[in-house]
């Protein structure tokens, strides 16, 4: 199992330009997320689902799109870069029946500078 | 105030002390706890879950108060390779998921 695989790993963005994080899990996992961590402040979610074809915003959404058309993959789009979008970006999944009890398993992260 | 707050550290302890790990929560509707481990520039993993009964892995020992809305964990006999950031993380509510950690405290273990 590769676990979870994020793509790229490195990234500058010029201000104003788009581009995708690609996130994909072979686990079978219902739930996956985005979270970015800045310096000081933990891990944020971004945005999450429950399933194919169900997606939620979690609690810093404005400039990021995403959508999840299979189970495997949960791609994250910044729709026009600002250098506020500067930050290390971590996607996880996890089991979710039951409850919220389960480990998240994290991918090796995206580092992206916005310039 | 934020939801999941944390020792600011950094905490710098000789190797074989025992080190504290304090955390705290605002939202009671919070339903599963943990404290994950991450390593400079790396992805967050697993160290344990916790629960109100407390529970114990080797060195490690975490510990739940549903009243005081309070989460810890202690270390005991530190080790070189104990350094890295603790996270601790609640998750809230039922059905859907909200996970909020904290910022993390950053552990160095010196020999």
Request: with cysteine.
């Amino acid at each position: 199992n590769a676990g979870v695989t994020q793509t790229p790993k490195f990234q500058v963005l010029k201000t104003g330009q788009s581009m995708t994080l690609q996130c994909a899990q072979d686990m079978n996992h219902e739930y996956m997320s985005w979270y970015r961590q800045d310096p000081g402040m933990g891990l944020r979610l971004i945005h999450y689902s429950v399933g194919a074809g169900i997606t939620d915003q979690g609690e810093v959404p404005n400039g990021y799109n995403v959508s999840r058309s299979t189970t495997e993959d949960f791609p994250l789009r910044l729709l026009s870069a600002a250098p506020s979008q500067t930050s290390v970006y971590f996607c996880a999944s996890s089991r979710m029946e039951g409850g919220g009890d389960y480990e998240q398993y994290f991918g090796p992260g995206t580092r992206l500078t916005v310039t | 105030r934020k939801e999941v707050e944390q020792d600011p550290g950094p905490f710098n302890v000789p190797e074989g002390a025992t080190v504290a790990f304090n955390c705290t929560y605002s939202n009671s509707a919070s339903q599963s706890f943990f404290w994950y481990r991450q390593d400079c520039r790396k992805e967050p993993k697993l160290l344990m879950s916790v629960y109100s009964s407390g529970n114990e892995d080797g060195r490690f020992t975490a510990q739940l108060n549903r009243a005081s809305q309070y989460i810890s964990l202690l270390i005991r006999d530190s080790k070189l390779s104990d350094s890295a950031t603790y996270l601790c993380v609640v998750n809230v509510g039922t059905g859907g998921f909200k996970t909020i950690f904290g910022a993390g405290t950053r552990l160095f273990v010196k020999a």
